[in-house]
């Protein structure tokens, strides 16, 4: 009977211990929830606010009215929507560029035996971790000597570029998980080595691709470094940039460069809502490389 | 035989053909990206050079002299690896916490996952304007914080003596969704079984993580560091739209003083040298801790 006791206030001790760390992981965790969602919070709000208000009143006062003018004022400038275009330019011929020679590059480091696979492979897998900077310079040379300096034309190479390694990394994984079998089917039906790679091959990696897609175009639709050396002028900027203009332009109103800010975040809060689960997917496939 | 022979031959040689055609495109955009600068960054960093005039003098190893002479350089470096190993110590953790919480927690906690992943969807530029006007000394999110309990104004990024640790923690709060999700990912990789099975030997969920998850974790653990420790040291963008590397010298990092010699100063010949010094000093920590980590493996 005491010992049914005994073991009763033990499971009751064990449930009481098993709830208040349930608590306590709790509370961290929407500890950590805060910490992440307000700064967002700041940066929308902050948007709506007039110029002085933040101030004034200090971050956590709401704004006295809905004041519209920033958002307004922003997607009615002209140059805003210059910036975008580019930057939908940039990465729409980037991403075609980059996944097809990047596919291309893949089916023969996976598929085929040749002498110079493994340094070919070497080469590409020691390129995911240069630093950007130690090409800066000589890229700097080489646009303006294309005449390419100062154009979008000279970020989309550099987009390429920079996001290959990665790319064909993992596309090799990937076609070395396609069964060869099916190639061979294709081998009897006399598909040469070319068209099996396009009729076989290509179509078969659509899931790595778009992973891939998602992962590079987040990279490119957020780069800075080459677009901010390699072009000059506003006409040729992306949108990373336009924060850059309108921190010159207004760099004492808080309440515009939010509104900025937040615009520029939107297109990425818009495909997360919509796809989060293949955004959170492709990030992972990029996080693998390691 | 021998038409045997030539016939291997001849296959041989078609494969190469198609590897090289497949091949050719990307690595005609490393060899003119990603190559040849690296070598002709060495090449330029023996010349003193504005990168603009046709006026290139070679100087030898003047500019590398100088640079094991800088003292700018080196207070960059240390602060490169003040970040490296901040970053390692509270990411790395918390990157983990974060994972195992969501791997617990299911479906249900799908809410927590997406708010958490939030800053990874923001540019490094994004952050760092977000940042810079969230810690304002004026109507900034801290200093709103401080006043709200009767304190004053909070001036994190003008002084000297905290700006670089405030930076230090908007680059946490930047990347540690970024690791949350590599640990996801590693825990995604453990095998429903292996969960089953220890839950049917009567293991507790806690006895699961710490003496099976964990262990299984290690490489993605590894390979983690490895990924941040190179990261830390390459920084460039959110440091240099936040402080521009001051107040004074209190953020400068190794990229943010090779992107000012060469690209505001316009002395192209020392930036040659500087980013040889950054590739060089990567390299080698990369190569180190990667020595030190599979060292361990095998012990």
Same mark, same amino acid.
């Given at each position: 009977m005491k010992e049914k006791q005994d073991i009763e206030k033990l499971y009751a001790a064990n449930k009481r211990k098993k709830t208040v760390s349930w608590i306590i992981v709790m509370i961290l965790a929407i500890l950590w929830l805060m910490v992440t969602f307000i700064p967002f919070l700041f940066m929308v709000l902050t948007g709506f606010k007039q110029k002085l208000e933040t101030i004034m +009143?200090?971050?956590?006062?709401?704004?006295?009215?809905?004041?519209?003018d920033n958002y307004i004022g922003v997607l009615t400038d002209i140059n805003f929507w210059i910036y975008f275009k580019n930057s939908v330019v940039v990465l729409v011929l980037s991403l075609i560029i980059l996944l097809f020679i990047s596919a291309c590059a893949a089916y023969p480091l996976s598929r085929f035996r040749f002498k110079l696979r493994q340094p070919i492979y070497l080469l590409i897998v020691a390129a995911m971790?240069?630093?950007?900077h130690v090409t800066m310079i000589p890229v700097f040379q080489m646009t303006i000597k294309m005449g390419l +300096?100062?154009?979008?034309?000279?970020?989309i190479p550099t987009a390429v570029a920079f996001s290959t390694p990665i790319s064909v990394f993992i596309l090799t994984g990937f076609m070395e998980g396609i069964p060869r079998e099916l190639e061979e089917a294709a081998d009897i039906d006399g598909c040469g080595r070319y068209m099996r790679f396009f009729k076989v091959i290509l179509p078969l990696c659509t899931p790595g691709l778009s992973t891939l897609a998602i992962y590079n175009g987040v990279n490119i639709w957020n780069e800075f470094i080459f677009a901010f050396t390699l072009t000059q002028s506003n006409e040729n900027r992306t949108l990373p940039l336009a924060l850059w203009n309108y921190q010159g332009q207004y760099a004492s109103n808080t309440a515009m460069i939010m509104a900025c800010l937040t615009l520029s975040v939107l297109p990425m809060i818009i495909l997360f809502i919509f796809m989060q689960d293949k955004l959170v997917k492709g990030m992972m496939a990029g996080a693998v490389k390691g | 035989m021998d038409m045997n022979k030539s016939l291997a031959g001849r296959r041989k040689r078609q494969i190469a053909t198609c590897a090289f055609v497949f091949l050719l495109p990307v690595l005609v955009f490393m060899i003119a990206y990603l190559v040849w600068p690296i070598i002709a960054t060495f090449v330029n960093s023996f010349y003193q050079w504005n990168?603009?005039?046709?006026d290139k003098k070679f100087i030898g190893f003047y500019n590398w002299n100088k640079l094991m002479h800088d003292v700018d350089f080196w207070r960059a470096f240390g602060n490169n690896i003040k970040v490296m190993v901040i970053s390692l110590v509270v990411q790395m953790p918390v990157g983990i916490l974060l994972a195992t919480f969501l791997d617990a927690g299911g479906k249900k906690f799908d809410i927590f996952k997406s708010v958490w992943f939030?800053?990874?969807?923001?540019s490094a530029v994004a952050v760092g304007y977000l940042f810079r006007y969230a810690l304002a000394?004026?109507?900034?999110l801290i200093s709103s914080i401080s006043q709200l309990f009767g304190g004053g104004p909070v001036d994190l990024l003008g002084n000297q003596a905290t700006a670089l640790y405030a930076v230090i923690g908007v680059i946490c709060w930047q990347f540690i969704p970024f690791y949350m999700v590599y640990y996801m990912a590693g825990y995604a990789s453990i095998s429903e079984d292996v969960y089953e099975a220890a839950i049917m030997d009567g293991a507790t969920h806690s006895q699961y993580i710490f003496k099976i998850a964990l262990p299984l974790l290690v490489p993605t653990i590894k390979s983690a560091i490895i990924l941040s420790l190179i990261g830390s040291l390459k920084y460039f963008d959110l440091v240099y739209v936040m402080t521009g590397g001051g107040p004074g010298t209190s953020t400068e990092l190794m990229a943010t003083y090779m992107y000012k010699n060469s690209f505001?100063?316009?002395n192209m010949g020392y930036g040659s040298a500087i980013a040889g010094g950054m590739f060089i000093l990567i390299t080698l920590i990369a190569a180190i801790a990667m020595k030190i980590l599979n060292g361990k493996e095998t012990a």
């Open positions: +009143y200090g971050a956590f006062h709401l704004p006295e009215k809905l004041f519209l971790s240069v630093p950007i +300096y100062d154009t979008i034309w000279a970020l | 990168g603009i005039s046709a939030l800053p990874m969807l923001m000394t004026n109507g900034g505001v100063t316009f």
